[in-house]
């Protein structure tokens, strides 16, 4: 139930964004709702992103254009800083939170 309701407020707040467009919007919220799923994000990286990934083959610039691809906009991974220092926004005020640092 929980997660309906992220689901629910991140597809509220995607489409009510003027700056997407429907189709973007789409692929957006397809993306969020298969990140909890091995076998949806399989689907959306395409078999040659899995069979390299699988092999050991794949680069962080084949991640980062697949993920720009996916999504439709701008973005790199951040090289050269510790994991731990990862931080996930799964909701609306991890994002307002991580604006105001």
Same mark, same amino acid.
């Given at each position: 139930?929980?997660?309906?309701?992220v689901?629910?407020?991140?597809?509220?707040?995607? %489409?009510?964004?003027?700056?997407?467009?429907?189709? *973007? $919007? &789409?692929?957006?919220?397809?993306?969020?709702?298969?990140?909890?799923?091995?076998?949806?994000?399989?689907?959306?990286?395409?078999?040659?992103?899995?069979?390299?990934?699988? %092999?050991?083959r794949? %680069?962080v610039?084949?991640?980062?254009?697949? &993920?720009?691809e !996916? !999504?439709?906009? %701008?973005?790199?991974?951040?090289?050269?800083? &510790?994991? *731990?220092? $990862?931080?996930?926004?799964?909701?609306?005020?991890?994002?307002?939170?991580?604006?105001?640092?």
């Amino acid at each position: 139930m929980r997660r309906e309701g992220v689901e629910h407020r991140a597809q509220s707040q995607t %489409t009510s964004n003027k700056s997407l467009g429907f189709d *973007e $919007a &789409a692929q957006v919220l397809r993306v969020f709702s298969a990140r909890r799923s091995h076998l949806a994000m399989a689907r959306l990286l395409g078999p040659l992103l899995v069979l390299r990934f699988l %092999t050991r083959r794949l %680069t962080v610039k084949q991640i980062e254009s697949k &993920a720009i691809e !996916l !999504l439709g906009c %701008t973005g790199g991974a951040v090289r050269g800083c &510790a994991p *731990e220092l $990862a931080f996930d926004i799964d909701y609306p005020s991890d994002y307002r939170y991580v604006l105001m640092r």
